[in-house]
């Protein structure tokens, strides 16, 4: 099976773009080129970036109050796949796919990797679940996995974990990203030291069946689903494990993980300092983890982490090489459209980050003239760097306007017989 959507659709459909776009491109490099930049350069590094794609994002998420099935679903990681290409084939920029397992688990993931190849997708980290007891777990993880007070219930726990290992080795994988919901619900329920000390015993023991070329993110979460106390609570804590378990770990930064108003942007630069950077989960928030998508409440915020990430990529930083995944919910949207949309969300506040002035910047913050530092950066962010992204596009075969060319090829109705309606009336979060 070849990709869904075909190339000459997309470009058809990028024909009727075509003049306005080499206008606009025209327009936005004279103005670059007056701030010294050349726009060709920065459209280079548009194309290069590139953001994976979670394959549980494909499926419509729900609340912990209900889940509105969409039409067409996917129903299994072979047809997650598929909406994945439609993604990568009209935004090109998402190339790798993260799967999570066990959903993602079928009884030959060679098959997987083989129809992962002929669409052209290749595998991202690979995600353990020890938030939910699966079908015919012989102990449940209600309170804990990896910090279960209990020890054949942590090993079910460890030993999912190398399983993981194992199926992200036929697909090509080398992260394994671990998230735990461990926690308490009241204050004595857990001893909080114990729980932290039987995290890292457990995580020791993950960590010494990672082959040689593979690392280990640990993703930290303030609460839910426990709601008095978290084991991986904050990037504190995760950083401290990161350094305990040893060069292979790091850390990664959830955006919908942190409390409210925390500055990640400097979270992300000491991560960076201290060469514990993952990566990311990208998504966005307006209260708590809304696993909204990215950029639509604080794309400054989105700018100002990508700021930081710029600077430690100029300067070179050492062990700065940076995982970007999607981590979202999608409850009222099609997810395809929602993730074509936050993938070049992020990639425009790479984009625009490329764009600051830091010779500027640098003496701006050397003389403390806070107006002139702070309109340096707002110049970058205010840049309207739509064109470069279209023809960063247009170069790699991608779509001018993704979402005009998706909702033109009519991609669900055109699956909803071969895709029942997935009624199932549990709650969508997992
Ligand atoms: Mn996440």
Not at 94 to 103: A, D, G, K, L
Not at 320 to 326: A, E, G, I, N, V
Request: glycine share 6%.
């Amino acid at each position: 099976m070849s990709r869904p959507i075909k190339s000459e659709l997309i470009n058809d459909a990028n024909i009727m773009h075509l003049d306005n776009l080499k206008r606009d491109y025209e327009n936005l490099g004279e103005k670059l080129y007056r701030r010294g930049i050349i726009i060709d350069d920065i459209t280079e590094k548009a194309q290069k970036f590139s953001v994976a794609v979670p394959s549980w994002g494909v499926g419509t998420g729900g609340t912990r109050f209900a889940r509105f099935p969409g039409l067409a679903e996917p129903r299994n990681i072979i047809e997650k796949l598929d909406d994945c290409s439609v993604i990568h084939s009209l935004v090109a920029i998402t190339p790798e796919v993260s799967p999570h397992f066990p959903w993602d688990v079928v009884d030959d993931m060679i098959e997987v990797k083989e129809h992962a190849n002929e669409l052209g997708l290749k595998f991202a980290s690979v995600n353990s679940n020890t938030f939910q007891d699966q079908k015919d777990q012989t102990r449940s993880f209600k309170f804990g996995s990896l910090t279960h007070t209990d020890a054949k219930t942590r090993d079910l726990a460890i030993q999912h974990n190398i399983n993981c290992i194992d199926w992200g080795k036929t697909l090509g994988s080398k992260v394994l990203t671990v998230w735990i919901g461990d926690g308490s619900n009241f204050p004595g329920q857990q001893n909080l030291t114990e729980a932290l000390q039987r995290y890292l015993s457990s995580m020791k023991e993950i960590y010494a069946q990672l082959p040689g070329d593979w690392k280990i993110f640990i993703e930290h979460k303030m609460f839910e689903p426990a709601f008095y106390s978290t084991v991986i609570q904050d990037w504190g804590t995760n950083i401290l494990c990161a350094m305990e378990l040893g060069d292979k770990a790091y850390s990664l930064v959830d955006l919908g993980h942190h409390a409210p108003n925390v500055n990640i942007e400097m979270i992300v630069a000491r991560l960076i300092q201290f060469k514990k950077l993952a990566g990311f989960h990208f998504n966005d928030s307006k209260y708590g983890d809304d696993d909204l998508d990215a950029g639509s409440i604080h794309p400054y915020q989105q700018f100002l982490i990508f700021n930081e990430l710029v600077d430690a990529e100029i300067r070179g930083a050492e062990a700065f090489s940076p995982d970007y995944l999607l981590d979202q919910s999608h409850n009222v949207t099609d997810p395809i459209e929602s993730l074509m949309t936050s993938a070049v969300s992020v990639q425009r506040s790479y984009i625009q980050a490329l764009l600051v002035d830091r010779p500027s910047l640098s003496i701006h913050q050397q003389s403390n003239d806070a107006i002139m530092a702070s309109q340096t950066l707002k110049d970058a962010f205010e840049t309207d760097v739509t064109p470069i992204l279209q023809m960063a596009r247009l170069n790699a075969g991608g779509a001018i306007d993704p979402l005009g060319c998706y909702r033109a090829f009519d991609y669900r109705n055109g699956l909803a017989t071969n895709r029942p309606a997935i009624t199932s009336s549990g709650s969508g979060i997992v």
